[in-house]
């Protein structure tokens, strides 16, 4: 049952990149497929820096980086990926990414350092079945179950939605993109 389940949703990627589905906060369980490397935007939402659940999220920001402006606010995309392969072949995972609004204003998200932030999303090797977050990792067991992405985001984007989170693959003429939903 469960063999065939990933079937059903690798059919449903395609085999190859440059495909786009739409993710909305509540995840739909929408996959993209990126080089040999499948993703899915787990949760997309803002964060309130003010609260103790959402504190852990912005731990490892560089130094002096400053807050959201009046008119910004801080924006999370918790990110599963793995390499569905079953030969020793490791499949390099997405380490560029942004954010577009219907407007065409691109977001680049903010540099958090891993050491002092578990939960952020760095560039890796996934060998054939691995996943990132890791099984059993700090990242995998939070309630998002993905890496994040942080985003400063300017409070415009309610008005120009939905937003686009683009990956760019490594070997991948055309990005992947997921439609983000607020």
């Not at 985001?153 to 997921?178: C, K, M, W």
Request: charged share 15%; glycine share 8%; proline share 7%.
């Amino acid at each position: 049952m469960g063999a065939l389940a990933v079937a059903a949703v690798l059919s449903a990627c395609g085999a190859h990149g440059g495909q786009s589905t739409v993710a909305d906060q509540n995840n739909s369980g929408f996959y993209v497929r990126g080089g040999h490397v499948t993703y899915q935007v787990e949760i997309s939402r803002q964060l309130n820096p003010y609260a103790t659940e959402d504190r852990a999220y912005l731990a490892g920001l560089p130094a002096g980086t400053s807050p959201p402006g009046a008119d910004q606010l801080w924006f999370a995309v918790f990110i599963w990926a793995k390499n569905f392969t079953t030969k020793a072949r490791e499949a390099v995972a997405a380490s560029d990414f942004d954010i577009v609004d219907t407007q065409g204003n691109t977001y680049y998200p903010v540099a958090l350092n891993p050491s002092l932030n578990p939960l952020a999303w760095t560039q890796m090797r996934l060998g054939p079945q691995a996943t990132e977050p890791a099984v059993d990792s700090l990242a995998s067991d939070d309630q998002a179950q993905g890496s994040e992405l942080l985003f400063k985001l300017n409070d415009s984007i309610y008005e120009n939605r939905p937003l686009t989170l683009v990956l760019h693959v490594p070997g991948q003429a055309h990005p992947s993109t997921f439609s983000l939903d607020l």
